[in-house]
């Protein structure tokens, strides 16, 4: 066994991607939930994998997007170096919450700073899109992005990595995970591979606007631009009830919404906490009736990203 020196917990935070028009470019971090890693450097060279929870994920590096994420920052490492990692997932697989994203993100942001910070935050994202590969069977960075710098982030691009910061004003996320589960790669399969110029023409211009909505503080910018054409349509035949959340929330007073990533979650945006809680209430009725079991959230806009803690 590898003698362990010192180590931190990470706590990373879930996030949701797309952010309805924004597919595969925009993504938002929640303060809650968040997922526990405890990491320590060890001696001698390798990855010591093991979990706190009951998923029953992989433990061998390179089949564990934590683990893939270490082995892509440990090649570009000068020296050699080793890690332990206990990884307490507290949010569920599955749930497009950017759950793998969370493990990938959290594990190199806590490796960077056992190892004296050596890399930048965009080569964080660039390691941790190994473990999206892992998952999914494609690199992307809307959920890496907002859970390494925090906030809301756009990613211009991904070959070469070009990461933009967003400001945006104070919102609460009220969230409801369905329990089900929905494939992010199988999400991918059923997309169209071709979209009508007038319908990306449309797509273009609630992106524009929601990032203009997010700059200028203007609410009402960002209701109007939570609109999808191209994917929501598609993807959203998977969220039994989901037309039903929308439409109700939005009638209790949400900025607007969509669904969280691939799905199956749904999340919504409120300028206050009180019409954040109505929406709860919404959700909760729905799937109620539905007779799904599911879970609720009611948060705000993570602006930190993951956040590491010295222990002893």
Not at 230 to 252: H, Q
Request: net charge negative; proline share 5%.
């Amino acid at each position: 066994m590898a003698k362990v020196l010192k180590g931190v917990q990470v706590f990373a935070p879930a996030t949701v991607a797309n952010l309805v028009c924004g597919f595969d470019v925009l993504g938002m971090a929640l303060q809650q939930p968040q997922d526990v890693m405890t990491m320590r450097l060890r001696e001698e060279p390798g990855i010591g994998i093991s979990h706190a929870d009951g998923y029953d994920l992989p433990v061998e590096p390179e089949k564990n997007v934590a683990g893939a994420s270490l082995l892509a920052l440990l090649e570009e490492y000068p020296e050699k170096a080793g890690f332990e990692i206990i990884i307490d997932k507290k949010i569920k697989p599955g749930s497009g919450l950017g759950s793998s994203a969370a493990s990938s993100a959290g594990a190199v942001v806590g490796a960077n700073y056992l190892l004296g910070n050596p890399f930048t935050k965009e080569d964080l994202v660039r390691f941790a899109m190994n473990g999206e590969k892992v998952a999914s069977g494609v690199k992307h960075a809307d959920n890496i992005a907002p859970c390494i710098y925090g906030g809301v982030t756009l990613i211009q691009s991904i070959f070469p990595l070009n990461i933009v910061q967003l400001t945006a004003p104070p919102m609460y996320v009220t969230v409801v995970h369905p329990q089900i589960e929905v494939r992010t790669s199988d999400a991918r399969q059923i997309l169209r591979k071709e979209v009508q110029l007038k319908a990306a023409i449309k797509q273009w211009g609630n992106i524009a606007g929601l990032v203009a909505g997010f700059l200028k503080n203007d609410y009402d910018l960002i209701g109007r631009s939570l609109e999808d054409v191209i994917i929501e349509p598609v993807r959203s035949i998977l969220i039994p009830g989901f037309d039903d959340v929308k439409k109700k929330s939005k009638d209790a007073g949400a900025l607007g919404g969509g669904i969280s990533g691939s799905g199956p979650s749904i999340f919504m945006l409120s300028k206050e906490e009180y019409v954040a809680k109505g929406v709860e209430d919404v959700m909760i009725d729905v799937y109620t009736r539905l007779g799904i079991e599911f879970k609720t959230y009611v948060t705000m806009v993570n602006y930190e990203g993951a956040k590491v803690q010295v222990i002893s």
